[in-house]
């Protein structure tokens, strides 16, 4: 089974920064797929950014804002948010894939005041 846990979301001005993480627990490997996603009020659940053994990807919305990463000994992602705006506000969700099938944690809130 496999569990993951976020922390890091807060209230932040406008310009601001936040950084999440995400502990995996359960068996995981490097080359499980990990990212965040999120979802604000009345709008559908969205990728944020993804990171493989092969790269990361980002949302057009968040690149040269955002950066993801990893640290493997910790089976921990991170989430570097850089020059926050209103419209980031959203439950940020972590998100791992493993043969098949897909792992969520249980969501962090980030607001983002104007």
């Known amino acids: 089974q496999v569990q993951l846990v976020e922390s890091g979301g807060g209230l932040v001005q406008a310009g601001g920064s936040l950084r999440l993480s995400c502990a995996a627990s359960g068996t995981i490997s490097p080359g499980n797929a990990m990212g965040w996603y999120r979802q604000a009020p009345g709008k559908q659940r969205e990728l944020v950014a993804t990171?493989?053994?092969?790269?990361?990807n980002y949302a057009d919305s968040v690149k040269g804002r955002f950066t993801i990463s990893r640290d493997n000994a910790q089976n921990t992602v991170y989430l570097q948010m850089n020059s926050l705006k209103p419209d980031d506000t959203a439950v940020y969700y972590c998100?791992?894939?493993?043969?098949?099938?897909?792992?969520w944690g249980q969501g962090t809130q980030v607001t983002v005041s104007s």
């Open positions: 990171i493989t053994s092969g790269g990361t």
């Open positions: 998100r791992l894939s493993r043969w098949g099938m897909a792992y």
